[in-house]
């Protein structure tokens, strides 16, 4: 009995050896390729193992040394929903600077507290849901409808645009190492979803073929060109399929045809919406095995614990639950989840770098570069502090925390609302009161009037935060899903200041706006000498708005969205035609057109030449346009160009942004932008051909400050 509990404490030894050497050869190997090693994990596990692993909260295998991991993690403008972070403006705040260098750096920065965050929770064991390295954004939808709650997540209406703020992102998330990934990016809602919030689990997208290819899908195939880890797909159907279950969406399309390597993950709870809301299976073990049979990798939710069901009925093969393990694996690898710190590029990164004065500084510089000033009547901004003895801020977002963060948002020990941004710039000598005024909605009291009378300028903040506009069940004081039914602000607030003006008649109104969507203000304007649209500004919110205000720096902010006069513009909600939608469609007047924001400076276009006045297919189109700027502040101009088509119809845009560059000119001087652009830019679907074509012929490009602005035009043609 002695001699038999060494020899199984031997045995016991010798096999735990042979299995460590046996992992280390093969995929705990680091030298091997993350494809390798994927292969050599999978053919380990049993198919109960392999389809733990398709679940967003995937298990521990202990025998091979697999830890748990939990896929869900968010980071739409910061990392969310998990404490400490740097708090950037929201994504359609973002699409406002027209920046996509900025983007670049903010997302860089981002993935630098990601990764801080990562590796302190892993000291701590905490392997909990928001610690992990996949991140499901960005939110690359088309902000087709201004009623969509969950377009502040988006960046706006077009789908250049969007396009390249997306790929500026998705970079610096997933950063530059060759055989690292910094963190994973997901772009989502795959594909055409953009509302209604409250129908989001059921409804069914009937786009036509052009407006499928024109509008909805090119940011996600920028987005895959460009090397994105991750798409995820979205609750609704689309052309009648579900689109976590649909092989022409997620099998022909994504990966045949656009050549998508990365995994796929089901919105969370999607796959349960195929058989109990979309009805087009029976039970779970027929919705698991048609997303699984369509190519859903991975599953946010529950369905795909009946996958080894479904193969144990023949629904599916284990040969396509290896195929959906294998890109899910390959991430894993390519993120170093199963490696030690000390072969991660980023070992040395300190949890000091969360919420650093450098990630601040870039949180107020977007914070600055987002705001767009909408009114500026009689030069009343900026203000002077000199000039004022008494100041009144006023309004039901001045104060408000909400007003800052939009949603899927993080926190932050710095976060400066409007009214404390004022206040701390403001000198000791300077007075300032304050006063809610009103409440965000309803048949709130108004009171306050008094200060007012007593100040030389009353700043009032207004509009909306996420308690109102959002997700479907997150935005508490909505009664639409998240959603809006009209643009216009809530009457109470509107009353607020008509109420304020008849009261002061000639005292100088400077109105903030905070909101994540197209804001029809044309019911306050008459009350208003001065209104900036702030969205959801960030940490950094208040100091950036108090400096716009008293002349520290000049708003530069362009419109992502076309700002209509009334939602009686609108075709119905539930129409995913994209006729009479977005500025390239829209034939009516606009309040504020898809491009616009003033400026303190004023700009002269002075002159604009291309390189050549007739290309061939497959040329660029290099463009040189001088600007002068007459003022005596410095001002940056975000110079839009525009063009029409040779041919006409209705699936046809009236006119397409094509490129876009930020100068900032220097008083009295005069500068030039140098803007590139593809001529793939300039191409179309035809349905004939079944793919992308550039229309032979003339094309005029419209160069100016905003899709309606036009400075000047220059002709081309395109052979």
């Keep these: 009995m002695f001699m038999k509990i060494p020899i199984l404490i031997l045995v016991t030894l010798l096999q735990t050896a042979l299995v460590a050497q046996d992992t280390a050869w093969r995929f705990m190997d680091v030298s091997l390729s993350?494809?390798?090693?994927?292969?050599?994990?999978?053919?380990?596990?049993?198919?109960?193992?392999?389809?733990?692993?398709?679940?967003?909260n995937s298990p521990s295998v202990s025998r091979l040394g697999v830890a748990g991991y939990n896929w869900w993690n968010e980071c739409l403008h910061g990392v969310a929903r998990a404490g400490k972070a740097t708090v950037?403006?929201?994504?359609?705040?973002?699409?406002?600077?027209?920046?996509?260098?900025?983007?670049?750096?903010?997302?860089?920065?981002?993935?630098?507290?990601?990764?801080?965050?990562?590796?302190?929770?892993?000291?701590?064991?905490?392997?909990?849901?928001?610690?992990?390295l996949t991140f499901w954004t960005p939110n690359v939808n088309i902000f087709r409808d201004p009623r969509w709650g969950r377009g502040q997540e988006t960046y706006g209406e077009d789908p250049l645009l969007t396009s390249l703020m997306g790929v500026a992102f998705v970079k610096g998330l997933q950063g530059d190492d060759d055989s690292h990934l910094k963190t994973a990016a997901c772009a989502k809602h795959f594909i055409v979803h953009s509302g209604p919030e409250a129908g989001r689990h059921h409804f069914n997208a009937d786009p036509t073929e052009a407006d499928f290819y024109n509008t909805y899908t090119p940011a996600f195939k920028a987005l895959v060109e460009a090397g994105i880890?991750?798409?995820m797909c979205a609750y609704n159907r689309t052309w009648d399929?579900?689109?976590?279950?649909?092989?022409?969406?997620?099998?022909?399309l994504l990966r045949t045809k656009w050549g998508f390597k990365g995994h796929i993950v089901s919105?969370?709870?999607?796959?349960?919406?195929?058989?109990?809301?979309?009805?087009?299976?029976?039970?779970?073990?027929?919705?698991?095995?048609?997303?699984?049979?369509?190519?859903?990798?991975?599953?946010c939710g529950s369905i795909y614990h009946f996958l080894p069901e479904a193969v144990e009925k023949g629904l599916i093969t284990e040969a396509t639950v290896d195929t959906l393990l294998q890109p899910v694996l390959i991430t894993r690898f390519k993120l170093g989840l199963f490696d030690p710190d000390s072969v991660s590029p980023w070992r040395n990164l300190s949890p000091d770098t969360v919420n650093c004065l450098i990630?601040?500084?870039?949180?107020?510089?977007?914070?600055?570069?987002?705001?767009?000033?909408?009114?500026?009547?009689?030069?009343?901004?900026?203000?002077?502090?000199?000039?004022?003895?008494?100041?009144?801020?006023?309004?039901?977002?001045?104060?408000?925390?909400?007003?800052?963060?939009?949603?899927?948002?993080?926190?932050?020990?710095?976060?400066?609302?409007?009214?404390e941004g004022i206040t701390n710039r403001l000198d000791p000598g300077t007075m300032a009161d304050y006063s809610r005024g009103c409440l965000l909605s309803g048949d709130s009291v108004f009171h306050g009037f008094w200060q007012a009378g007593f100040s030389d300028v009353v700043i009032v903040s207004m509009g909306y935060t996420r308690l109102v506009e959002g997700e479907d069940g997150d935005a508490m004081l909505s009664n639409h899903g998240g959603d809006r039914i009209d643009l216009g602000l809530p009457g109470n607030q509107i009353e607020f200041l008509h109420r304020m003006r008849k009261t002061y008649p000639l005292k100088p109104i400077i109105v903030v706006i905070t909101g994540g969507s197209a804001i029809d203000i044309s019911s306050i304007q008459p009350y208003a000498d001065a209104i900036l649209l702030a969205w959801y500004p960030g940490e950094q919110g208040g100091n950036a708005i108090a400096d716009l205000l008293f002349g520290e720096a000049n708003p530069s902010g362009k419109l992502p969205v076309t700002i209509y006069k009334s939602v009686d513009d609108l075709p119905p909600y539930e129409d995913y035609s994209m006729k009479s939608r977005t500025y390239r469609y829209f034939s009516g007047k606009a309040l504020f057109p898809f491009g616009f924001g003033l400026s303190y400076a004023d700009f002269n276009y002075e002159s604009a030449l291309t390189d050549q006045t007739v290309y061939s297919q497959g040329e660029n189109i290099h463009l040189t346009v001088k600007l002068k700027n007459t003022s005596k502040?410095?001002?940056?101009?975000?110079?839009?160009?525009?063009?029409?088509?040779?041919?006409?119809?209705?699936?046809?845009?009236?006119?397409?942004?094509?490129?876009?560059?930020?100068?900032?000119?220097?008083?009295?001087?005069?500068?030039?932008?140098?803007?590139l652009i593809p001529m793939d830019n300039f191409k179309l679907w035809d349905s004939q051909l079944n793919d992308y074509q550039i229309a032979k012929g003339t094309y005029h490009l419209y160069i100016g400050s905003s899709s309606q602005d036009v400075q000047m035009t220059k002709t081309i043609e395109i052979r």
Excluded at 110 to 128: F, G, H, P, Q, W
Excluded at 245 to 252: Q, T
Excluded at 648 to 673: M, N, W, Y
Aim: glycine share 4%.
């Design 34 to 56: 993350p494809n390798l090693r994927a292969l050599d994990l999978s053919s380990r596990l049993t198919l109960t193992e392999k389809c733990s692993l398709l679940m967003y």
């Design 88 to 132: 950037f403006p929201q994504a359609i705040g973002l699409a406002a600077t027209f920046d996509t260098e900025l983007i670049f750096q903010v997302a860089d920065a981002i993935s630098t507290e990601a990764r801080a965050k990562y590796m302190a929770a892993r000291r701590k064991d905490n392997l909990s849901q928001y610690t992990g």
């Design 229 to 231: 880890e991750s798409v």
């Design 241 to 252: 399929e579900p689109c976590c279950g649909s092989s022409p969406l997620l099998h022909d």
């Design 267 to 299: 919105d969370c709870w999607a796959l349960d919406d195929m058989w109990l809301r979309h009805q087009v299976v029976n039970s779970e073990i027929e919705a698991a095995a048609l997303a699984a049979r369509a190519g859903t990798n991975l599953n």
């Design 359 to 419: 990630h601040r500084q870039l949180a107020y510089k977007a914070a600055l570069e987002s705001c767009i000033l909408l009114q500026n009547t009689n030069h009343v901004l900026p203000l002077d502090e000199s000039k004022l003895k008494n100041i009144f801020i006023t309004g039901p977002t001045a104060a408000e925390v909400d007003a800052l963060l939009g949603n899927y948002n993080g926190f932050s020990g710095n976060l400066v609302t409007i009214l």
């Design 633 to 675: 502040v410095v001002g940056t101009e975000v110079v839009q160009v525009y063009c029409d088509y040779p041919v006409s119809g209705e699936s046809i845009p009236k006119k397409s942004l094509v490129a876009f560059a930020r100068i900032e000119v220097l008083p009295d001087s005069l500068q030039s932008a140098d803007l």
